[in-house]
């Protein structure tokens, strides 16, 4: 056996599936590895990569047996490398299919697996590998690649590496990796032999995500890189996106800066992570940015100030005020904020410093200190939920935000629910998050359109019936939705559709949990949540005498209702991206939105929210001849009449100033949502930052927000 494969081989570990789940579990918790093989009947059938299982640690009670074998990959699909195996083109491209390839001994044994990259350089290094092989098989790889010598320079690469830098390969070859790559990254792969993985490299020329792997020679010495280059997609997109934080970022120094004479942030470890430009130079010994990195805990320790407000705050996990004195007499005060995250647990601390030795007005500034605090934490819980949203809802804006938080206060309860919003808002959507975050999220979801079913058939699916309750009735008889969703939820959608007849059996189940099948008298004993959902306003329906007064009591006891698409416009390029992502690999295309685009879909009021929108942006998918949708296209969706823009129109005279006052609104959140920041929104609307501070304020204030 080569022995580069024979020093790369990494053992195999195998649990059978046959075992009961706590078995299975209890096997697995001690193991490292990269990859867990499953046996039946004794004989090795699939393999599981652990780095896509998202699992943090193996003895989480969170980790499930089908959601681990749900990512199995048979090894009938993966390359087998034998003892003496001739290399070969088809066998080469087996190996690329897969992350690994199983290695099998004299007798047909696994004895272990390699990675795909050790088995490709093994497999170059051969002295009978045909060098025309290495040429096909290099452009025929779709992704980038570049083979560099121990003396840091190209020697060979492929088409698509060439066509991704934007290079030729006159100008490539003999070329020092370190002028096209980074350098600090080679250096560590030749210095330590270790693989870099998934490092985004961008200039001005190229935007890609880059693998280093290193060459080992019989030694087992470095004798070269591999280099594995993939396009970065919507590089455009994140560049704008880091520009924005960037500019977020200066902002918020620049306003902490003219308040405070230090803030600092720690990890939860009490470890100096960050600190703003100013800072009290007189408390500490040395320059602050040379303590980037060290324990404010261990500094405590030795001598550099007593008490530390980090290690107070870490300890009782709250707001900590202290007054600390220097050696030379000076008062500081200390302000330390706890920063936990979505599970309570305790992440950053934000210290914000003053020195007070002679400052007269303590109580004014106390009460600064306070909302700047409070600020920066909302700042960074703002950063968070635009780069954390839900898997499923897909939102930034707080108004979302607000019922996403609702779904998770309820969730340790089965109260009934009622959601109201317009059509195509994503009610159902709503409906399904409470399930997947209750206790019930094991049991059944089902949902039943209580408009959509004619009422004789609604009663039937509702409650079901007994054997021989009605001409052309099932002869076992039929479960209703109630029972087939016990221990569950069942969602009621358009209740408001509901006939009178059945409101009256619906309100009987929702009072004593239990319900009668068509045809029998023997009630039968349930547990659902029931979640109902309209588009209709259920107050006035009772008014008019078509909806019940006590069951609109009994299905309001938790309201929620989804904001239309219209007064939640931050969300509506997060919702065309994700969109256009979907279309993008259900068709295996690229297209992305221009900035402009965007704009134009943020202007316009999308009377059918969700469900238009997502219609629209299909139509624009089918209908780019490019790549970019741009927002000449949109236009001439909106002009051809298949979306309706939303214009600004005088209707009556009002007073000058509040027809000005509104022209401002428009153009200062138009500004905003486009930069994000008030620099830059002051920038483009040709005013001063100060005033476009002011009035955003103002804005806010006016819309509740």
């Not at 490398?81 to 290399?87: A, R």
């Not at 960050?274 to 261990?298: A, C, M």
């Not at 979801?445 to 609604?458: D, K, Q, R």
């Not at 239990?514 to 008014?543: F, H, R, Y």
Request: glycine share 6%; proline share 3%; charged share 25%.
């Amino acid at each position: 056996m080569n022995p580069l494969i024979q020093n790369k081989l990494k053992p195999i570990f195998t649990v059978s599936r046959e075992l009961e789940q706590e078995e299975f579990l209890k096997r697995i918790t001690d193991h490292h590895g990269h990859y867990l093989f499953l046996e039946k009947h004794n004989e090795i059938y699939a393999y599981v990569d652990i780095n896509n299982l998202a699992i943090k640690k193996w003895d989480s009670k969170e980790i499930r047996m089908k959601d681990i074998l749900s990512k199995a990959v048979l090894i009938e699909n993966t390359g087998v490398f034998e003892s003496n195996q001739l290399v070969s083109i088809p066998f080469i491209f087996q190996v690329l299919g897969e992350p690994i390839v199983l290695v099998k001994d004299d007798n047909g044994n696994f004895t272990g697996y390699i990675s795909r990259e050790d088995m490709l350089v093994s497999m170059f290094r051969e002295e009978n590998t045909n060098t025309n092989l290495l040429k096909v098989l290099l452009a025929s790889i779709p992704m980038g690649i570049f083979v560099v010598d121990h003396k840091h320079k190209i020697v060979n690469c492929n088409e698509s590496g060439l066509k991704m830098i934007r290079s030729e390969s006159e100008k490539i070859i003999g070329t020092r990796a370190e002028t096209i790559f980074n350098q600090d990254h080679l250096k560590q792969v030749f210095s330590t032999g270790k693989t870099i993985l998934n490092q985004i490299h961008i200039t001005n020329d190229m935007g890609v995500i880059v693998d280093y792997s290193p060459i080992e020679n019989s030694d087992g010495d470095v004798d070269g890189v591999i280099i594995i280059i993939q396009d970065l997609p919507m590089v455009e997109s994140m560049a704008m996106e880091i520009e924005t934080v960037k500019n977020l970022n200066q902002d918020l120094n620049a306003i902490l800066s003219s308040i405070y004479d230090e803030l600092l942030v720690v990890d939860s470890e009490g470890v100096l992570i960050r600190h703003s430009e100013n800072y009290i130079k007189d408390f500490w010994k040395v320059n602050l940015k040379e303590l980037v990195g060290e324990s404010l805990l261990d500094l405590e320790e030795r001598g550099f100030f007593s008490p530390s407000v980090a290690r107070l705050v870490l300890e009782k996990k709250e707001k900590i005020s202290i007054v600390q004195e220097t050696e030379n007499g000076k008062k500081i005060l200390a302000i330390g904020n706890p920063i936990f995250n979505d599970r309570g647990i305790l992440q950053r601390v934000v210290i914000a410093s003053r020195d007070i030795t002679e400052n007269t007005k303590l109580k004014s500034e106390l009460k600064q200190t306070k909302e700047i605090t409070k600020r920066y934490k909302q700042e960074l819980a703002n950063l968070k939920n635009k780069t954390g949203t839900s898997q499923d809802i897909i939102y930034c804006s707080s108004k979302m935000q607000k019922i996403v938080n609702q779904i998770k206060k309820i969730s340790s309860f089965s109260s009934t629910v009622l959601i109201q919003g317009d059509s195509g808002v994503g009610k159902e959507l709503i409906a399904r998050a409470i399930h997947t975050e209750s206790t019930r999220s094991e049991k059944p979801f089902l949902t039943i359109n209580c408009g959509s079913i004619p009422e004789n058939l609604l009663e039937s699916e509702l409650f079901g019936y007994v054997k021989g309750s009605f001409t052309g009735a099932d002869e076992k008889g039929k479960k209703g939705y109630f029972e087939q969703a016990n221990g569950g939820v069942l969602f009621l959608d358009e209740i408001g559709e509901m006939p009178m007849s059945l409101q009256v059996k619906l309100l009987r189940v929702l009072q004593e949990n239990e319900v009668v099948p068509i045809g029998s008298v023997k009630p039968i004993s349930i547990n659902v949540q029931i979640v109902a959902a309209t588009n209709q306003s259920l107050e006035k329906m009772i008014d008019r005498g078509v909806f019940r007064e006590d069951l609109y009591y009994r299905i309001n006891v938790i309201p929620i209702h989804v904001p239309p698409l219209r007064d939640r416009p931050e969300d509506i390029p997060l919702l065309a991206y994700h969109t256009i992502q979907k279309l993008n690999q259900r068709y295996d295309k690229n297209y992305h939105f221009s900035p402009d685009s965007l704009n134009l879909l943020e202007g316009y009021s999308w009377p059918g929210n969700i469900r238009e929108l997502q219609n629209l942006i299909e139509r624009l998918f089918v209908s780019a001849d490019d790549q970019v949708i741009t927002a000449d296209l949109v236009v001439q969706f909106m002009n051809s009449g298949t979306v309706k823009r939303s214009k600004p129109m005088i209707t009556g005279i009002i007073p000058l100033h509040e027809a000005k006052w509104e022209v401002e609104k428009q153009l200062i959140m138009l500004a905003m949502r486009k930069h994000r920041t008030t620099t830059k929104a002051a920038e483009v609307l040709g005013i001063s930052q100060s005033a476009v501070s002011r009035k955003y304020k103002r804005i806010l204030q006016q819309n509740g927000e």
